[in-house]
């Protein structure tokens, strides 16, 4: 069995892709005051918020446990509306060597729709695929959409 793999979602955004791409590039930390049963904070550790070489770190609730994440934006691209998350230290770093998590927002016809890919190499054959988080994605999207 192989070590590395993508899980990639796609959900329709009914309330603009913009609003959700600017949420998470220049006001992740707003997004705590949105939906705290989900994300209890993002705190900036490094840079500024929506510039690629700043370090940020999120606590969050997965699976019924408080999480703590700290990631690198790695990269930024404005045309595309995608933004690159590189994982640097937390709870998901105890079963994985490396994770990285795309998120990146398109319009198609008059649909606005939000991409979530997670990579990752796991750090053995025992750690399962991230396949709950991905459903925690889509699940966070859902709900900004709603509450937004």
């Not at 995608?82 to 198609?108: N, R, S």
């Amino acid at each position: 069995m192989g070590l590395t793999g993508k899980l990639i979602a796609q959900i329709e955004f009914k309330h603009g892709g913009d609003v959700f791409h600017e949420l998470f590039k220049h006001k992740p930390h707003h997004i705590s005051n949105i939906i705290p049963e989900k994300v209890q904070g993002c705190d900036l550790h490094e840079g500024e918020f929506g510039k690629v070489g700043s370090k940020i770190q999120w606590r969050y609730t997965h699976d019924g446990k408080e999480k703590k994440a700290k990631q690198l934006i790695e990269a930024l691209e404005e045309e595309k509306k995608l933004i690159k998350f590189k994982m640097l230290e937390g709870d998901l770093m105890d079963e994985y060597k490396d994770f990285t998590i795309i998120l990146h927002v398109e319009t198609k016809g008059h649909i606005d729709l939000v991409t979530w890919t997670l990579e990752y190499e796991m750090l053995n054959e025992d750690v399962p695929h991230p396949i709950s988080l991905l459903a925690y994605f889509i699940d966070v999207t859902k709900d900004i959409e709603t509450k937004h």
